[in-house]
């Protein structure tokens, strides 16, 4: 994926509020001023609001994903973790609640390192639609993935992340050692809202509709939430 050319000011879909980018709700908008304040402009901002959500929202992979409200900027902040298209929504509401415009992509990705667990209850060391944010930063969108925090990469042998608000913050290529820590396999788009049928489907098609729905119905019972990577 390569950075955009520079382009016009975009539309206001991507400053507004909605069901899941609620940053109308005073715990996001607290949130983000608190972590915004005395930033000298919106570069600084995005930086803060990264990290903001990188290290304090826990990466969960287990948390719930098949209706909107999983989704909601509120309800991820709230619980203090989330997956990565949860964090990435987050950290979009949260860059319009600081006036940037923002909005979440999506590619599917190879993960080398995820655990055995996880790739037991997928079937497969794919993850469909991995999401990420883009902010509008000087001119151009620029790629910020919040998902992973600092204790998870030590775990697995690979430095966090790092965004600077000017270049793309994407994946970690390699782990300690040179070894292969993630690749992206096929970039979906962008997107103003997060696109949650589109996701499930991609879901059940990546890993088998009996996987997922046995997933949701583990899910409905109460169980899996707030379980370790």
């Keep these: 994926m390569t950075k955009e050319t520079r382009s016009v000011q975009p539309g206001g879909e991507y400053l507004a509020s909605s069901f899941i980018m609620d940053f109308d709700d005073p715990v996001v908008s607290g949130y983000a001023s608190a972590a ?19 290290d304090p929202v826990i990466y969960d992979p287990y948390t719930p994903f ?18 990565c298209v949860t964090k990435a929504a987050l950290l979009c509401a949260l860059g319009r609640a600081a006036g940037i415009p923002s909005r979440v992509g999506f590619a599917t990705v ?12 997928l079937g497969s060391d794919l993850f469909a639609y991995h999401g ?11 790629k910020a993935t919040p998902a992973f925090n600092s204790a998870l990469c030590e775990k697995f042998g690979a430095g966090p992340l790092e965004f600077d608000g000017r270049g793309d913050s994407i994946f970690q290529e390699y ?6 820590f993630m690749e992206y396999v096929e970039y979906h788009g962008s997107f103003a809202d997060v696109p949650v049928d589109i996701i499930v489907e991609a879901w059940k ?20 939430a707030g379980e370790e990577f």
């Design 66 to 83: 098949y209706r909107p409200e999983h989704y909601r900027a509120s309800l991820t902040l709230k619980k203090g973790r989330g997956f």
């Design 175 to 180: 782990a300690s050692g040179g070894k292969k």
């Design 110 to 121: 190879k993960n080398h390192f995820t655990s055995s667990r996880l790739r037991d209850l």
């Design 132 to 142: 990420f944010t883009e902010f509008f930063l000087e001119g151009i969108w620029v």
């Design 36 to 54: 915004c304040e005395g930033a000298a402009g919106q570069v600084e901002k995005a930086v803060r609001l990264y990290y903001a959500v990188r």
């Design 205 to 224: 098609k990546t890993y088998g509709s009996g996987r997922i729905d046995a997933w949701i119905k583990h899910l409905e019972s109460g169980a899996g």
